[in-house]
Nanobody, 121 residues
Framework: QVQLVESGGGLVQPGGSLRLSCAPS????????MRWYRQAPGKQRGLVAT???????NYADSVKGRFTISRDNAKNTVYLQMNNLKPEDTAVYYC???????????????WGQGTRVTVSS
């Protein structure tokens, strides 16, 4: 079984920074796109950033210039560097990845359990 494990959330003051990490456990053959989503209280989950296996990135307008998504393919790990955090960035952040398991011919999407980010003074 494959699980995505996130880390790095916490409480930070406005203007501060956090770095989230996400890596899968289990036997992996390949990983295509990796993404970060977030869900604020009372709101729907929304896409924050995407990175392809080749390193192409895309961001939601609300985080452009402040957040950076990156990946270490050797470690199968995706990161989200969040700078100049604002109270409206407060949410549970979820990792999502398109993974092909070892000995499987199918690529499917997997989700992490979420890590909470709170931006408050």
């Amino acid at each position: 079984q494959v699980q995505l494990v996130e880390s790095g959330g916490g409480l930070v003051q406005p203007g501060g920074s956090l770095r989230l990490s996400c890596a899968p456990s289990g036997s992996i053959f390949s990983i295509n796109a990796m993404r970060w989503y977030r869900q604020a209280p009372g709101k729907q989950r929304g896409l924050v950033a995407t990175i392809t296996s080749g390193g192409t990135t895309n961001y939601a307008d609300s985080v452009k210039g402040r957040f950076t998504i990156s990946r270490d393919n050797a470690k199968n790990t995706v990161y989200l560097q969040m700078n100049n955090l604002k109270p409206e960035d407060t949410a549970v952040y979820y990792c999502n990845a398109d993974i092909r398991r070892l000995f499987s011919g199918v690529t499917k999407g997997y989700w992490g359990q979420g890590t909470r980010v709170t931006v408050s003074s």
